[in-house]
């Protein structure tokens, strides 16, 4: 069974609008990530998490919101979307301890933003 | 600069042919995690390293933390190893850097 769960796995919509992006993870890992991927940037990230009620802030965060409700879930919150944000992305979960490193990644959501 | 550079950036392959894959860091790497994202999209795991080899049936992974590199050994290439092949590695804290891929075509 997927430990990492997104959803939509796509979505359409304005300039303008607002979008929330759903991930769940059940590895019980306390980290939750982000990312954006797009042609020739490869995978980048916007926010993560170290537990429910915290937020870090990543390397392209402008325009995102996040928030982490409980260990298992994390939102990714799109209030005035722009076509720039057209994007494939990607959330992930990593554990604490020797494979703290060790990402494991959803399947993606694509959002397309006219 | 890039903190993680992955070269080539695309390279062809013959079914039945061997190749390598090199990432170069810029940054004290102490782990390196390799990708495969296939052409659906999703992104999966190949290898997880800390300095050492693993090797996964036709695939071998090498990282040397003093060199500061990471090699992905594909033997007898398939034409399901097709798709774009990440590495990325820890930058400080919980913070993982990607390179930006390199993309792989297996043809007949």
């Known amino acids: 069974e997927a430990a990492v769960t997104q959803s939509p796995r796509n979505k359409v919509t304005v300039t303008g609008g607002n979008v929330t992006l759903s991930c769940r993870q059940t590895?019980?890992?306390?980290?939750m990530y982000w990312y954006r991927q797009d042609t020739g940037h490869g995978l980048r990230l916007i926010h993560y998490?170290?537990?429910?009620?915290?937020?870090q802030i990543g390397d392209v965060p402008d325009g995102y919101k996040a928030t982490r409700t409980t260990q298992e879930d994390f939102f990714l919150l799109l209030e005035l979307a722009s076509p720039s944000q057209t994007s494939l992305y990607f959330c992930?979960?990593?554990?604490?301890?020797?494979?703290?490193?060790?990402?494991?990644f959803g399947p993606g959501t694509r959002l397309t933003v006219l | 600069g890039d903190k993680v550079k992955q070269s080539p950036s695309a390279l062809s392959l013959q079914e039945g042919t061997n190749s390598a894959l090199r990432c170069n860091f810029s940054?004290?790497?102490?782990?390196v995690q390799w990708f495969l994202q296939n052409p659906r999209g999703s992104l999966i795991n190949l290898f997880y390293l800390v300095p050492g080899t693993k090797e996964n049936g036709r695939l071998k992974s090498a990282f040397d933390s003093k060199e500061s590199y990471s090699t992905l050994h594909i033997r007898d290439a398939q034409l399901e190893d097709s798709g774009t092949y990440f590495c990325a590695a820890p930058t400080g804290g919980y913070k993982v850097v990607f390179g930006s891929g390199t993309r792989l075509l297996v043809s007949p």
């Open positions: 940054i004290a790497a102490t782990t």
């Open positions: 590895n019980s890992h306390n980290y």
């Open positions: 992930a979960s990593s554990g604490t301890g020797g494979r703290y490193a060790e990402q494991f």
């Open positions: 998490s170290y537990g429910a009620g915290n937020l």
